[in-house]
């Protein structure tokens, strides 16, 4: 019987992968590009219904991916240097996870073979967030989520 590969992301660390196998484990939620409040004094994240302004509210992928440090100043270009940015990220988030030692969840597009599985699964922010353009910055206290993952 031939021996099944193991999958790249459960065989290598984080720091060992190639960029495409890096690139590939975005599930593309879309969670982490909708705006954030922290709890100055706890330091806890809340998520807001709110979404960057480059974000395709329905695609859910950034929609100048490439040149958004540019536009977005502020955009968190992950990094194992900057381990405080996985904290940053939905629980659900296939870097946080495996970061802090979890598998994927059943959902992620990489285990079904299916880029859509991660918005039939109800896990993206498809059909739920609103562009910042049309929010004040002052309202965002009143727009914070919570994901039902
Ligand atoms: S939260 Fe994680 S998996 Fe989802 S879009 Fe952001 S980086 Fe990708
Ligand atoms: S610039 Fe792009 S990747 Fe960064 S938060 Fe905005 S939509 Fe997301």
């Known amino acids: 019987m031939q021996k099944q590969k193991p999958n ?9 992968l ?4 890096w690139e590939s484990l975005c599930d593309g939620c879309g969670r982490c590009c909708l705006n954030k409040l922290e709890d100055e004094d706890t330091g806890e994240i809340f998520f807001t219904d709110v979404a960057c302004k480059l974000l395709d509210l329905e695609t859910c992928r950034c929609g100048n991916y490439r040149h958004r ?3 977005v100043p502020d955009c968190l270009v992950l990094s194992l240097e900057h381990s405080e940015y996985f904290n940053a990220l939905p629980n659900s988030c296939a ?28 896990i993206s922010v ?3 967030c609103i562009s910042e353009e049309h929010i004040h910055a002052d309202d965002l ?7 039902h993952d």
Do not use: C
């Open 8 to 16: 790249f992301w459960e065989s290598k660390s984080l720091a060992n």
């Open 18 to 21: 190639t960029k495409k196998e």
């Open 69 to 71: 440090v540019k536009h």
């Open 95 to 122: 870097y946080r996870r495996l970061y802090e030692g979890k598998p994927l969840l059943d959902w992620h597009p990489l285990l079904t073979g299916d880029p859509d599985s991660v918005h039939q699964a109800g």
């Open 126 to 128: 498809r059909g739920m």
């Open 141 to 147: 206290e009143d727009r914070i989520i919570q994901f």
